[in-house]
């Protein structure tokens, strides 16, 4: 499941931390929009790719919207 699911959005996500020149250390806040953020299998995924950060699904229609405001 990882390998065909997971494993391109864990690839574009390196790419863009790379361009960005941050780690995923250095980042405090994700917020989880869509429907299959709500699983917990992705959400232990992200929490493990990103072990420092806080995250967010208070509010996953506004969420995109609180995204762009940050």
Same mark, same amino acid.
């Given at each position: 499941l990882f390998q065909k699911t997971l494993q391109p959005v864990?690839?574009?996500?390196?790419?863009?931390?790379?361009?960005?020149?941050?780690?995923?250390?250095q980042i405090g806040t994700l917020i989880l929009t869509g429907g /299959?953020?709500? @699983?917990?299998?992705?959400q232990?995924?992200?929490q493990e790719l990103f072990p420092h950060a806080q995250?967010?699904?208070d509010d996953k229609?506004? /969420?995109?919207? @609180?995204?762009?405001?940050?």
């Open positions: 864990v690839g574009s996500l390196h790419e863009c931390l790379d361009k960005a020149n941050v780690t995923p250390d /299959s953020t709500a @699983l917990p299998f992705f232990q995924v992200w995250l967010q699904q229609l506004g /969420s995109v919207g @609180l995204g762009l405001c940050l």
